[in-house]
Structure formats: C-alpha cells, structure tokens
C-alpha cells in the first residue's frame, strides 16, 4: 500500500529556531510536494522535488530517493510560519495520484 | 489574481439535501481536482479532470459525481447528502499533471450535514 509518514504531528518551537519537518514514503515515487496549510485553512504549494535540494527563502526541502525520506527545514523560524505542513508523494501517473500525509502541526512561539 | 476560487466556503446540509460546489480557476489550467480533508487524515482524492469534458474517479468517489463542462470550471455535486460527507473540500488545479507542477488550491469549504 501506497503511505506517506510525517513526523512530528505536532511541533511547538521558539522563535528563530531551526526546524525540521519528516516524511517517510513506503514505495518509489516520481515526486514529492510540500504544502503549507495555514490556519484559516487555505493550502499552498512549497516545493516539488524528485531529487536533491531547493530552496526558497528561508525553508530548505531535501529529498533521498534511496532512504525514501524527504525533510523540510525552516531556518529563524518566525511565528508566521505557524501553520500545518504536508507532504504528498506521487506514485505514478499523470493524473493526480497524490498521497497525502497526514501533517504537521507547527506553532512558533514568539 | 483570483487564482482558484471555490463557492460557497460554508454550507449546512440537511441529511438527503442535494448541492453542488463550484470550482473556477482563470490560470487556464487543464488539470482540476477535488480533495476531502478529514481529521486525522490526509486529503483524499475524490474525483479529478484531466481536461474540459473529461473526469475521472479518484480514492474516494463514492456519493459524489462532477462535471468539467467548461475548461475554468470543475463541479462537485453531492446528489443525497449523507453525514459522513461531512468534511472541508478542496479544489486544485494544475498545468500538467501533478508530477509535473506544482497544484494551486482554492480556500476550500466547509460542508455540515445535520
């Protein structure tokens, strides 16, 4: 079965921390999209990535292929980054055969 | 920019109620797709459209049908509304298909069947 793990669910930080945010997928994918959901509930696109590093501002997305694992970083962490972080990995197809992870739960403490 | 836009954002349904909710994207998009979110769980893929005309069942289709007859707009239409239906619905679209591009989400809305 098709699974994307995410760890922490949830994680509460100080402000300008560097944060980390887990996904662990269970089989080979062709990509992999981070989204940010924000607390009004509207979802945006991060990145998508199939190999490598990107980079935009202050958030780093990484992904290893063999390890089957993808990493978000947040660098100075700011109370505006609070928001639910997911990860969905597509499995094939041109479709839309994206599986959701389940989410993180961010919280940046002034 | 309205990117993609979703009407209504709330809604309260009586159990055996019909209603349809409505996604409209100006960025000329060939993909569109509806998503439920339920807590604890990941968005769920309920049906999707790989062109004007075309639609497609995606993971959890059941008691839902759409229609893409316009190429902007993409309908999700609940026929009977059934308590379990409630949940926050999601509209996306995209350029190509997901592996290829990034996917823009509308606001969602919140549907309540009582």
């Known amino acids: 079965k098709n699974e994307v793990e995410q760890s922490p669910q949830n994680l509460t930080a100080q402000e300008g921390e560097f944060i980390t945010i887990n996904c662990s997928y269970s089989v080979g994918i062709s990509a992999l999209h981070w989204l940010q959901q924000h607390p009004r509930g509207g979802i945006v696109s991060l990145f998508m990535l199939s190999s490598g590093k990107k980079k935009h501002g202050r958030l780093i997305a990484t992904i290893n292929i063999q390890e089957k694992h993808s990493s978000l970083h947040i660098t100075a962490s700011h109370p505006r980054d609070s928001a639910v972080y997911i990860c969905a990995g597509n499995y094939g197809g041109s479709q839309g055969n994206l599986i959701f992870g389940k989410g993180t739960k961010l919280s940046v403490k002034p | 920019n309205a990117g993609v836009t979703q009407t209504p954002k709330f809604r309260v349904l009586k159990t055996g109620q019909s209603m349809t909710l409505l996604c409209a994207q100006d960025?000329?998009?060939?993909?569109m797709y509806w998503y439920r979110q339920d807590p604890g769980m990941g968005l769920r893929l309920i049906h999707y459209s790989v062109g004007e005309g075309t639609t497609a069942k995606g993971e959890v289709p059941d008691g839902y049908n759409v229609s893409r007859l316009k190429k902007q707009n993409f309908l999700l239409g609940l026929e009977s509304a059934a308590p379990s239906q409630t949940s926050v619905y999601f509209c996306a679209s995209s350029r190509e298909g997901h592996p290829n591009t990034e996917a823009f989400f509308g606001q969602g809305t919140r549907l309540t069947v009582v």
């Open positions: 960025m000329n998009h060939e993909y």
